[in-house]
């Protein structure tokens, strides 16, 4: 079975450009999470999706921060324009909603560099 | 708002030691989930834990949970090099993620 699958795997740009991330969960998954981990500090949850239902996007800053899960599969994280403070490693994950413990699977991540 | 602490946030060991990493949170929770991370790398799921004194074992490695006294701990048993990474607990539906404890294993 084939697990998250994230593009691209890294990404630098200059401030002000924008950038999107693209994310493939497992398939079935229908729960699909973004997260942000800056260097040498735990992931942070940016969006939760319900199938194409954003559930929870308390900690997403909409300002500059947008996302999306047409058909409930595939997803995008967009980033525009993007600060220096953006640099960080976004992670998606994803996790089947009717199974109780939830556990999620990780995709490789996006590194990307704001110069 | 959800805390979650862990420490130590850095913990050397020798080989053949034990040694226990803990997570405290601040409310309650039906959830509390280890992961591990290796350098450059994703996260790894190691143990899902659901209910107050849950006790989950992989290897050198044993999870449990108190939810009345909202702590985790997770032990290693006669650690090895191979089990040098970063582990994270998460906390709830919501995924509140600790910071980390980076785990070193010297021969």
């Known amino acids: 079975e084939a697990g998250v699958v994230q593009s691209p795997r890294y990404k630098i740009i200059e401030k002000k450009q924008p950038v999107a991330f693209w994310c493939n969960p497992i398939?079935?998954?229908?729960?699909l999470y973004w997260y942000r981990q800056n260097l040498g500090q735990g992931p942070e949850l940016l969006i939760r999706y319900e199938n194409e239902e954003a559930v929870d996007d308390s900690q997403l800053p909409k300002d500059r921060f947008s996302a999306e899960r047409l058909k409930g599969v595939d997803s995008t994280l967009k980033i525009q324009p993007a600060e220096l403070g953006d640099s960080a490693v976004y992670l998606c994950?994803?996790?089947?909603?009717?199974?109780?413990?939830?556990?999620?699977?990780f995709g490789p991540g996006t590194r990307l560099t704001v110069t | 708002e959800l805390k979650v602490e862990q420490n130590p946030l850095f913990l050397s060991m020798q080989e053949g030691k034990n040694y226990t990493i803990y997570c405290n949170y601040s409310t309650t929770s039906d959830r509390l989930y280890w992961y591990r991370q290796d350098p450059g790398k994703s996260l790894e799921s190691l143990f899902v834990l659901l209910s107050n004194g849950a006790v989950k074992q992989e290897g050198r490695l044993m999870a449990s949970l108190d939810t009345k006294a909202r702590l985790s701990t997770l032990h290693i048993t006669a650690a090895v090099h191979d089990l040098s990474a970063t582990y994270f607990c998460?906390?709830?539906?919501?995924?509140?993620f600790g910071a980390g404890t980076r785990l070193t294993v010297k021969p």
């Open positions: 998460a906390v709830g539906g919501d995924m509140r």
């Open positions: 398939s079935g998954h229908n729960t």
């Open positions: 994950a994803s996790s089947l909603r009717d199974e109780g413990k939830r556990e999620q699977y």
